[in-house]
């Protein structure tokens, strides 16, 4: 939590929008590539930052839905941690073909995922 403005989002996307808009031009040819890395690294983080909980909420849900469980949504540092674990659990129970009666209700809930994912790497890619 911040106390003032700008906020960690904002000075990620001021130094996102620098990287590529300034440095870029100036920076050796070889160097460019790298540039445009380091800037959209930081856009994508501000996205994270604003973003919060809610696409790990979204997918712990998701993935308890999938699983036909309800699963414990934790607090705090816990959250990440609890997701990865569905995610195995879940890739677990493909592999075991516990979906192949149910495909696509599968595939449905794995592209809302992946779109929830692609919208903040990458907005509107998933769109195109």
């Not at 790298?34 to 983080?45: D, F, G, H, I, S």
């Not at 990440?80 to 073909?97: K, T, Y």
């Not at 979906?99 to 994912?117: N, S």
Request: with cysteine.
């Amino acid at each position: 939590m911040t106390q003032d403005r700008p906020d960690a989002a904002e000075l990620l996307d001021t130094l996102a929008e620098f990287l590529y808009a300034d440095v870029r031009g100036w920076a050796p040819r070889e160097k460019r590539f790298q540039v445009l890395v380091a800037a959209n690294l930081c856009a994508v983080v501000a996205r994270e930052l604003r973003a919060g909980e809610k696409p790990l909420r979204s997918d712990l849900a998701l993935f308890g839905e999938l699983l036909g469980t309800e699963l414990e949504v934790p607090a705090g540092d816990e959250l990440p941690a609890a997701v990865r674990r569905a995610e195995r659990r879940l890739a677990e129970e493909i592999r075991r073909g516990t979906f192949d009666a149910r495909l696509d209700q599968l595939i449905a809930g794995l592209r809302k995922h992946v779109r929830r994912k692609l919208d903040v790497a990458r907005p509107g890619y998933a769109d195109q």
